[in-house]
């Protein structure tokens, strides 16, 4: 199995975490089905906020879904490999996470 980049550097600050290499996988495994299901439509997920905090939220990167005045102004706010950007419809507006604070897919 080939691996990203991206990937390599995902499992590389899992493990700095202590996971086990077996863990790392799994979760790395994990953000790239988020990542896959947030590309075709409404993904319900939760991850730890920085502050400690368990948001759960229901979010999209599909620009099919995402009402016209929210779509993106080529602003690049949460960029960078180690944030996941995605459009959440609670708030109707656009919020990041850390990608490695990832715990689950609802």
């Known amino acids: 199995m080939k691996i990203t980049t991206t990937q390599a550097e995902m499992l590389l600050k899992f493990n700095e975490q202590g ?6 996988v799994t979760k790395t495994n994990l953000l790239i089905e988020l990542s896959d299901r947030l590309k075709s439509g409404k993904v319900a997920f939760a991850y730890k906020k920085v502050n ?5 939220a229901i ?8 009402p016209n005045q929210n779509l993106p102004k080529n602003e690049k706010h949460c960029n ?3 944030n996941q950007r995605y459009f959440d419809f609670t708030c109707n507006d656009w919020r990041c996470f850390t990608k ?7």
């Open 80 to 82: 960078g490999n180690h």
């Open 59 to 66: 979010g999209t990167t599909c620009l099919d879904i995402i």
């Open 19 to 24: 996971l086990s290499i077996a863990d790392a």
């Open 100 to 106: 490695t604070n990832l715990l689950e897919i609802i």
């Open 52 to 56: 400690g905090e368990i948001r759960y």
